[in-house]
């Protein structure tokens, strides 16, 4: 990472915290000293992101100079004015509830230890992910990426060129907090590197396990908030989406963000900062994704509801204010520079016999609990867990303020999402099969944060010697980096996607032995890894260093016999027969040179088909259970 990134990386991250905490009680910043820096690194995030996009319309050669100004003259102001509120004296204390007695120990000590080992795991997986696809699926760079390179590369004329006919299928219409930031750190970096996309996604993916975790300790306790992380980062789609450039995770925390600084806002009924951060968040969520003008409508619904039941309406315009100036960028965007969108202007004449095709809905909702269950990674199993804990009496006596407010704001969401895919011109199962986990995604954090407000508070736990406790943080950070390193280390021996096989030091790659071309994906069937190839195939051998030795050996068969041999640079390095039952080949020690080696697995017969189906795979002999030592 250049020292331009790093810098506008910690910069983004510095504005947004110092607003957050401007805003903010200073009575609680110790105690929601989770929350608010996974709140400032979003709405820093989003923020710089509205001031790249002003910036963009200038030449190339003074955008980087006229968005360090603006950005330097906000981390200069906002510096100075917490410095006035950290000098003067202290709040009046606020009628703010105190969050519920912690938990046992023990308990929280083995929720932390569970969301750690988790969390490497996540990491692992996620960084695996990057790796296997490092610019995003298909809508990362046919869309969000797509836009980040028209704002980096062209002269401010990026409106007319996201009008384009020819780009109509990357949505100009979208908002534009995700290129933006992607756009503004390839601006300081001086090109487009994929991992700053990934990094970018990566960020928002670590600012909502703060945002959750971080509200939930405050309102409730450590325990509650271990447990929700960890079902957070044990999402598969979460994981999976964390490098993956999308917006849908970046709306995903702004929601929760959204939803936690309206939680603690509702209760410190003295301070209208963390409800002016709740508009500020709810109009970024409109700045990131489509959806998050449904927000708008649902989250303000729900403040105004909020602010009439506590007879609060100073603290409602807060909100407003807040909403407001979030909303300008999207407003301008919406007016000025995007076009059309694709499903409001193709619902037409057909839009009522829609509404009332019964066909419709039960596609619909079929699809909905095909999702809800897949989604989380668990099948049916961690709903009813989930629900039996909410359940414990007497449950209503723990909601405060605003408590209960959360999930009726999921629904609702996922009532306005259900009344889209109803209207929707597109065809219905294709419309379904490619969006619907990915909303899923967009309402998984705040639907957190409603679970957990309906859990119970558990008993207090008896306070700690200060002599004890230091000891039993010491001994637990050490198990924690014992058992991560181990973790680390194993996961970093498996296989990757599209590896044959691969030899492992210190947790790097030393040599891998990859799949070229004409080879079928990769198979597996519980440990066993197998690929067909369709014919003569080559296996990439990627060396770090020069002068590795490896033998590299393998089973083989095939559907009928015939003969292969395995070349490099034309020598021979072994022949022989492969028929239906395994052959074990054993190629001799090869010293490689860095970079790759090319191997190719020559066969005297064409390739047959696996069955009699039209649609069968062609396949000529198989690689199975590769092995480099």
């Known amino acids: 990472m250049s020292p331009g990134v790093a810098w506008a990386w910690l910069s983004c991250w510095a504005i947004g915290a110092a607003l957050v905490l401007l805003g903010w009680p200073r009575e609680h910043w110790r105690r929601d000293g989770v929350l608010i820096p996974g709140l400032g690194l979003a709405a820093g995030l989003g923020l710089t992101s509205v001031v790249y996009t002003a910036s963009s319309f200038l030449p190339s050669e003074q955008r980087l100079l006229a968005t360090a100004l603006i950005e330097g003259m906000a981390l200069l102001g906002l510096g100075l004015a917490l410095r006035r509120k950290s000098d003067a004296r202290p709040f009046a204390p606020v009628e703010r509830a105190a969050p519920s007695p912690a938990p046992r120990g023990e308990l929280t000590w083995l929720a932390c230890f569970v969301v750690v080992q988790a969390a490497v795991v996540a990491s692992v997986v996620a960084y695996r992910m990057y790796q296997a696809d490092p610019h995003g699926g298909w809508d990362a760079w046919a869309i969000w990426n797509l836009q980040a390179r028209v704002f980096f590369r062209t002269e401010g004329d990026w409106p007319e060129v996201m009008q384009h006919a020819q780009l109509a299928w990357a949505h100009g ?13 390839w601006m300081w970096a001086g090109a487009e590197p994929a991992g700053i996309a990934a990094g970018v996604s990566a960020s928002f993916a670590g600012a909502t396990v703060l945002i959750v975790g971080g509200v939930i300790a405050s309102l409730r306790s450590p ?24 917006a849908d995770l970046p709306l995903g925390c702004f929601f929760a963000g959204a939803g936690a600084s309206a939680l603690l806002g509702w209760q410190t009924p003295a301070a209208r900062g963390p409800l002016v951060l709740a508009g500020l968040m709810t109009g970024l969520a409109a700045w990131t994704k489509n959806e998050g003008l449904l927000f708008c409508v649902v989250f303000t619904a729900v403040c105004a509801t909020q602010a009439w039941r506590l007879g609060r ?42 509404v009332t095709d019964l066909s419709r809905h039960v596609m619909i909702g079929s699809a909905f609990l095909r999702d809800a269950v897949g989604f989380t990674g668990w099948a049916y199993a961690l709903y009813p867990v989930m629900l039996l804990a909410c359940l414990a009496p007497p449950w209503r006596a723990r909601l405060r303020a605003g408590e209960g407010s959360m999930l009726p704001v999921v629904g609702l969401m996922a009532l306005g999402y259900y009344t889209v895919f109803l209207i929707s011109p597109h065809d219905l199962r294709w419309h379904l099969d490619s969006a619907l986990v990915r909303l899923f995604l967009q309402l998984a954090p705040l639907a957190i944060i409603g679970w957990a407000l309906l859990l119970p508070r558990l008993p207090k736990r008896p306070t700690a010697k200060p002599r004890v406790r230091k000891r039993v943080v010491l001994a637990f ?16 021996g498996q296989l990757r996607r599209g590896e044959l096989a691969a030899e492992t030091l210190a947790g790097t790659r030393v040599v891998a032995a990859l799949a070229g071309d004409s080879w079928h994906g990769t198979e597996s069937d519980g440990r066993a890894r197998w690929t067909w190839s369709r014919g003569t195939a080559d296996v990439l051998l990627h060396a770090e260093r020069a002068g590795a030795v490896v033998t590299l050996s393998f089973d083989t068969r095939s559907l009928q016999p015939r003969a292969i041999r395995v070349t490099t640079e034309g020598r021979e390095l072994w022949r022989g027969d492969a028929g239906t039952e395994f052959t074990t080949v054993e190629l001799p020690p090869l010293v490689l040179g860095a970079g790759v080696t090319t191997l190719r697995i020559e066969t005297n017969a064409p390739a047959v088909a696996e069955s009699s189906d039209p649609t069968a795979r062609a396949l000529a002999f198989v690689v199975h259970e590769a092995r480099l030592n």
Do not use: C
């Open 313 to 354: 309406a100073r603290s409602g315009g807060g909100f407003a204010l807040g909403l407001a100036i979030a909303l300008v960028p999207t407003v301008l965007h919406k007016v000025l520079w995007a076009p059309s969108n694709d499903v409001m202007t193709g619902i037409g004449s057909r839009g009522w016999e829609q």
């Open 223 to 246: 325990l509650v908030a271990w447990v929700s992380v960890f079902i957070l980062i044990s999402l598969p789609g979460f994981v999976l989406a964390a490098p993956n450039a999308h």
């Open 173 to 185: 219409d979208y908002p534009r907090a995700v290129p933006a930031s992607v756009a503004r750190l």
């Open 477 to 492: 950070v050490a198990l924690n980096a014992a058992v991560a390193t181990v973790v680390f280390a194993t996961l970093s």
